[in-house]
T-cell receptor, first 114, second 111 residues
């Protein structure tokens, strides 16, 4: 089954403790992206990747890192999480990244930083 | 579980014609509905939210709880409206919990 898989679904952590949220897709998509969703703000893009070893900042990249060593995986790394990074995170992928390529979303990761 | 259905994968209309992108949802509570848009070579962005009851770029969308629909409408389509449109549902409470997306509708406006 074609899907985007995020792990974990829920995570509670403390300030400053490094964490990684994984994202994997099995559709051989070139484009992958991370978003966060906050009340009243909708989705905001954190980082995106057009292909392996090609990543770029989105609207709110501060405090986050990503890597794209393989096509299928696009982990989101928080080196030193802070409470303002408490949010709902979505990973998405598409074949080519343009408006002709529908986005496929993961189920989301609910992160709480205390 | 909540579900969002966008029945049309592709919708093509002529410039100046009315546009309606359909979105139906299933959810037992009080949802918050969104429309997102992705223009060519640009990132996904929020178009409008039902609680704002606003018109953005000439688009409007009314939440119809009886029909569980949140169709996106524009009376006169323009070429720059060509894009991919996603309907999304949040479980309410300010959109803090759970977001479910439809599969998207690719809108093409022909000159």
């Amino acid at each position: 089954e074609a899907q985007v898989t995020q792990n974990p679904r829920y995570l509670i952590t403390v300030t400053g403790k490094k964490l990684t949220v994984t994202c994997s897709q099995n559709m051989n998509h070139e484009y992958m992206s991370w978003y966060r969703q906050d009340p009243g703000l909708g989705l905001r893009q954190i980082y995106y990747s057009m292909n392996v070893e090609v990543t770029d900042k989105g609207d709110v990249p501060e405090g986050y890192k990503v890597s794209r060593k393989e096509k299928r995986n696009f982990p989101l790394i928080l080196e030193s999480p802070s409470p303002n990074q408490t949010s709902l995170y979505f990973c998405a992928s598409s074949l080519l990244g343009g408006s002709n390529s529908p986005l496929h979303f993961g189920n989301g990761t609910r992160l709480t930083v205390t | 579980a909540q579900r969002v259905t966008q029945p049309e994968k592709l919708l093509s209309v002529f410039k100046g014609a009315p546009v309606e992108l359909k979105c139906n949802y299933s959810y037992s509570g009080s949802p918050e509905l969104f429309w997102y848009v992705q223009y060519s070579r640009q990132r996904l962005q929020l178009l409008l939210r039902h609680i704002s009851r606003e018109s953005i770029k000439g688009f409007t969308a009314d939440l119809n709880k009886g029909e569980t629909s949140f169709h996106l409408k524009k009376p006169f389509a323009q070429e720059e409206d060509s894009a991919m449109y996603y309907c999304a549902l949040s479980e309410g409470g300010g959109g803090a919990d759970g977001l479910t997306f439809g599969k998207g509708t690719h809108l093409i406006i022909q000159p």
